[in-house]
């Protein structure tokens, strides 16, 4: 019995333990900075790994759905961009500069980590409603 009752924690530790978790589901979208599309693979691989406690699977459920459909929008963005960019200045180049595709993917990214660190710090202040602005998918 003894064993039993040293096993279980107190409500402070589980909190804490659930916000490292969703911490470690929200920073590894962040992975999708180097390698496209990881950031939903390593979000719901972590996500699955974890989600046996309820505030996990509900933060972690949030945080698939912001990197899916900020995925499907960055994908019709950069899509688009050549077709915007061309009906309006009549040109595929911009002067010297980069492509442009490739500065709006640059821009897309600095806006997801924005969104992911801004969620670490909702999650630091000990406040689980991440995302509220984006529906659960699944």
Same mark, same amino acid.
């Given at each position: 019995?003894?064993?039993?009752?040293?096993?279980?924690?107190?409500?402070?530790?589980?909190?804490?333990?659930?916000?490292?978790?969703?911490?470690?589901?929200? !920073?590894?979208?962040?992975?999708?900075?180097?390698?496209? !599309?990881?950031?939903?693979?390593?979000?719901?691989? !972590?996500?699955?790994?974890?989600?046996?406690?309820?505030?996990?699977?509900?933060?972690?459920?949030?945080?698939?759905? !912001?990197?899916?459909?900020?995925?499907?929008?960055? $994908?019709?963005?950069?899509?688009?961009?050549?077709?915007?960019?061309?009906?309006?200045?009549?040109?595929?180049?911009?002067?010297?500069?980069?492509?442009?595709?490739? $500065?709006?993917?640059?821009?897309? $990214? $600095?806006?997801?980590?924005?969104?992911?660190?801004?969620?670490?710090?909702?999650?630091?202040?000990?406040?689980?409603?991440?995302?509220?602005?984006?529906?659960?998918?699944?």
């Amino acid at each position: 019995v003894e064993q039993l009752s040293s096993r279980q924690e107190n409500p402070i530790e589980q909190s804490q333990i659930a916000i490292t978790k969703i911490k470690l589901i929200n !920073f590894s979208s962040l992975a999708g900075l180097a390698i496209p !599309f990881s950031n939903l693979y390593f979000t719901i691989f !972590f996500w699955r790994k974890n989600r046996e406690i309820a505030t996990v699977n509900e933060a972690g459920k949030k945080i698939i759905s !912001f990197q899916l459909l900020w995925t499907l929008g960055a $994908l019709l963005i950069v899509f688009l961009t050549p077709f915007i960019q061309y009906s309006i200045i009549q040109s595929h180049v911009i002067g010297r500069l980069p492509p442009t595709v490739f $500065l709006v993917y640059i821009v897309l $990214l $600095l806006l997801n980590l924005v969104f992911t660190i801004r969620t670490a710090i909702q999650l630091q202040r000990g406040k689980f409603e991440i995302y509220s602005f984006i529906p659960v998918l699944f």
